[in-house]
């Protein structure tokens, strides 16, 4: 299970070549990727920043509950901190199993799963200022005021 | 006692620190020190309902009981958007 958070480029394709063993049948991959705008506004770069121990601890639940749950063979699941330009990997996820289906949907339910739970915030800069992205809300089993206090 | 508090995202540009001790009543709760927070910046207030907190690096609910010494974080919504 290789399970990082990284200030460096993400050698995705290394990863992906690296995952493969004789007993796969499919590789999924999902290379998050800095779009050049968000709803328009021209995007210049993007700065991530993460409560680092705590969402490296979290990525690895992630990757062991998406064996168990999904049954795949292997997850690689990589994150990038700091500044990234336009079309840089911001995020990879690469499943490695028998079937396509399985791996399909751990690919998607990692990537869901990631986004809502686990502590990464990204700063967007655009040409005319700066905002922190509008994140989703927490799932009531996460969300500090809980399901009783929700909407 | 002491808590070390720890504000990321947004709260950090906010308050224009990343980590800060502070000094809390015995028994004081993780709802308790939100409200300590809430009441020092107002500025902020929209954020207070859609975060998460973290003791220890762990999620925890606004009514568990903080100790002397405890890692606490305060999260704003990840950074997700659903638009990838």
Redesign the interface.
Known sequence: MRVEITDEVIAAEEIVAEIKAGEDGAVCVFDGIVRNNTRGRKTLYLDYEAYREMALEKMRGLADEAVERFGVREVALVHRLGRLVVGETSVLIVVASAHRGAAFEACRWLIDTLKKTVPIWKKEQFVDGAIWADGEPFPDEIAVAGPERQG | MRVRV?Y???L??AFGRGVEEMELAEGAS?ADL?AACRGRYAGVREIW??????VN??????EMVLREGDEV?L??????????
């Open positions: 720890l990321f995202g947004v950090k540009d993780v939100i309902d859609s975060m998460a907190v973290a690096q762990e999620y925890a609910r606004a974080a999260l704003p919504p990840v950074s997700g958007g659903f638009d990838w």
